[in-house]
C-alpha cells in the first residue's frame, strides 16, 4: 500500500503563499507521475497541477501563474508553491501518485490530505 505523506497546509491571509510537500514511503521503487489535487465540501477532486518524472508539468487554469509544482526524484517528494492565494483556494490539497514497489506493476495512490485556508 503506498504511503504518501502531505505536510505544509495551515491558514494563510489573501495574497500570502504556502509550500506543500509530499514525500512517498522508502518501499516505493519508483514514481511516474505525481500531482496535487484538491476538494472543498460537497464538491469533487479537482487536479490543480501535475509533474511527470521528466519534469513536465501541466496546471489547471485556476492556478496557472500562481502555483508551481516541483519533484525531487531522489527524495521521492513532489512540491506545490502556492503564491498569490485566494479565498476560493481554501480547500484540502491531496497529494497523488503512479507508484510501484516492484518494478513492474503501477498503482495510484493518495495522501491523506493537507487543508489550506486563505482569509479574507
Known amino acids: 500500500q503506498v504511503q504518501l505523506v502531505e505536510s505544509g497546509g495551515g491558514l494563510v491571509q489573501t495574497g500570502g503563499s504556502l509550500r506543500l510537500s509530499c514525500a512517498a514511503s522508502r518501499t516505493i521503487l519508483s514514481i511516474r507521475d505525481m500531482g496535487w489535487y484538491r476538494q472543498t465540501p460537497g464538491k469533487q477532486r479537482e487536479l490543480v497541477a501535475t509533474?511527470?518524472?521528466?519534469?513536465?508539468?501541466n496546471y489547471a487554469d485556476f492556478v496557472k501563474g500562481r502555483f508551481t509544482i516541483s519533484r525531487d526524484n531522489a527524495k521521492k517528494t513532489v512540491y506545490l508553491q502556492m503564491n498569490s492565494l485566494k479565498p476560493e483556494d481554501t480547500a484540502v490539497y491531496y497529494c497523488?501518485?503512479?507508484?510501484?514497489?516492484?518494478?513492474?506493476?503501477?498503482?495510484?495512490?493518495w495522501g491523506q490530505g493537507t487543508q489550506v485556508t486563505v482569509s479574507s
Open positions: 509533474i511527470t518524472r521528466g519534469g513536465v508539468t
Open positions: 497523488n501518485a503512479e507508484v510501484t514497489h516492484t518494478g513492474t506493476y503501477y498503482y495510484t495512490g
